[in-house]
């Protein structure tokens, strides 16, 4: 990725809404070369532009994170667990867990629901421990390309 690239990024990190006008003085481009460079780096799956929110302002009340150990193909599961909607973040991590999924949901009881029913009853799974959020402190998302 070139400087060009990364400088869009670093512009759209520090504000999602800003114009391809605003962003191609910034950094130097016309506003279709801009655009084009955006499409681009959104194709090619570099970024996403999307709105962030706080779960629990908008009813989705109970936030955890799942260690999951896993015996066999760690890759499987993390693939299982990706592909279920309450699952907002999956990392494969060397350590205690195989694996840590971010869970959003409703209330306790679909927490239970999900952790119980759904990620404990794939195959390959042998433990999982739930760290349960009780306040979001801090999420950004400005740490720049390098």
């Known amino acids: 990725m070139d400087a060009l690239s990364k400088a869009i990024i670093e512009q759209l990190q520090e504000d999602g809404r800003r ?9 130097g481009l016309s506003e279709a070369a801009v655009r084009q460079r ?9 970024m996403q532009i999307v709105a962030v929110t706080d779960p629990m302002q908008l009813g989705f009340a109970r936030q955890a994170m799942v260690g999951i150990k896993v015996q066999g193909d760690t890759l499987v599961v993390s693939d299982a667990l990706a592909a279920m909607a309450e699952v907002d973040y999956v990392v494969v991590t060397a350590g205690s867990f195989d694996i840590m999924a971010e869970i959003i949901c409703e209330n306790d009881d679909d927490l ?22 009780l306040s979001l402190r801090k999420q950004q998302y400005d740490w720049g390309t390098r």
């Open 38 to 46: 955006v499409q681009r780096l959104v194709d090619s799956g570099v």
């Open 112 to 133: 239970l629901n999900v952790i119980n029913n759904r990620i404990r009853a794939l195959p390959g799974v042998l433990a999982t421990e739930a760290f349960v959020y």
């Open 19 to 27: 114009s391809y006008a605003a962003i191609g003085k910034a950094v």
